[in-house]
């Protein structure tokens, strides 16, 4: 068998403000977490084409995420109501994993 496990922190709203550097790395992060999200979505809805190399992580993860693998996908969240978005937000992004 084999596990992987990939931690895609840093998925904070852009308009938060931080330097440019910053929202360039929020960028490819949420492009990531989109690339994800639709390889999911195509392995739910049992598509003829998944597309796993619209991104790096998606095409090394190609081998562990087929439709005979299991996928779980574990998200951290804050009760403040501070991070009610955020939390909103990931949450909603977990749901797509079942």
């Known amino acids: 068998g084999k ?3 990939v931690d895609l922190a840093g998925n904070e709203d852009g308009k938060k403000g931080g330097s440019q550097s910053k929202n360039l790395d929020t960028n490819c992060i949420s492009h990531s977490l989109q690339s994800l999200g639709s390889v999911l979505h195509a392995l739910n809805s049992h598509a003829a084409q998944i597309p796993y190399k619209e991104t790096k992580i998606t095409q090394l993860l190609q081998d562990s ?7 779980m996908v574990m998200t951290c969240i804050a ?3 501070k991070f009610y978005q955020d939390t909103h937000n990931s949450l909603c992004y977990a749901n797509k994993a079942r």
């Open 79 to 81: 009760p403040h109501p």
């Open 65 to 71: 995420m087929n439709p005979s693998s299991s996928v």
């Open 3 to 5: 596990l992987n496990f």
